[in-house]
């Protein structure tokens, strides 16, 4: 299975395009570190190929099909700052819910303890919130997901054990990769290849 980017272009309004003509593209089980300065279209290239935003001209396949826009996303987006993607008026339990609640083994593995469940959003560090966050997209629904400076924030332990998770459960299931990232290391480190947006422009 094949995430595609195909010719997206995009801009805001009526600004310089921020993406002009970009293919890329991810396999299934595949690590893939996405990198290029700032301001040059990494966040919303990581949107467009889950679907939060939809590009002026191209489009995005598995396979060569289109991703129907009604049901599961097969694509989830992870963000940098997880207060901005949970409800702040649902408890724990009710995030992780959502879609479908994880497993004991899962929730164990990236460190979320029984108690957190029934705690609102506002009573969680931003380290705790984001391993709800990442949990979440961990379902076996899932075959690609995009971390847009996924542990950025977090301590290096945190960190350590949340990549460590990921990396496992996407070997395992067979999931698609994109880390989206400025920490040269970390992409060295845990990636298949890297690629650099800016070389991505047809």
């Known amino acids: 299975m094949r995430l595609n980017a195909e010719n997206i272009s995009f801009r805001y309004g009526e600004e310089r395009y921020i993406l002009k003509d970009v293919?890329?593209?991810?396999?299934?089980?595949?690590?893939?570190?996405?990198?290029?300065?700032?301001?040059?279209?990494?966040?919303?290239?990581?949107?467009?190929?889950?679907?939060?935003?939809?590009?002026?001209?191209?489009?995005?396949?598995?396979?060569?099909?289109?991703?129907?826009?009604?049901?599961?996303?097969?694509?989830?987006l992870i963000f940098q700052h997880p207060e901005k993607a949970v409800n702040p008026k649902w408890k724990m339990r009710k995030v992780l819910a959502e879609t479908e609640m994880p497993s004991r083994e899962l929730l164990e593995a990236m460190g979320i303890q029984n108690g957190w469940l029934d705690r609102w959003p506002s009573e969680?560090?931003?380290?705790?919130?984001?391993?709800?966050?990442?949990?979440?997209?961990?379902?076996?629904?899932?075959?690609?997901?995009?971390?847009?400076?996924?542990?950025?924030?977090?301590d290096a332990i945190t960190q350590a054990q949340i990549w460590n998770t990921v990396l496992g459960?996407?070997?395992?299931?067979?999931?698609?990769?994109?880390?989206?990232?400025?920490?040269?290391?970390?992409?060295?480190?845990?990636?298949?290849?890297i690629v650099n947006l800016t070389a991505c422009s047809g």
Do not use: W
């Open 124 to 154: 969680l560090s931003g380290g705790e919130l984001q391993r709800f966050c990442v949990t979440r997209a961990l379902s076996e629904k899932t075959k690609f997901l995009i971390a847009d400076e996924m542990t950025t924030m977090l």
């Open 23 to 76: 293919n890329f593209s991810v396999g299934s089980g595949e690590v893939v570190g996405l990198t290029a300065p700032s301001g040059f279209g990494k966040t919303t290239l990581g949107k467009i190929l889950a679907g939060y935003q939809r590009p002026e001209s191209g489009r995005v396949t598995i396979d060569g099909a289109e991703i129907k826009s009604k049901g599961y996303h097969p694509v989830q």
């Open 169 to 193: 459960y996407a070997r395992l299931h067979k999931i698609g990769v994109v880390v989206i990232s400025h920490d040269q290391p970390l992409l060295e480190r845990i990636c298949d290849r």
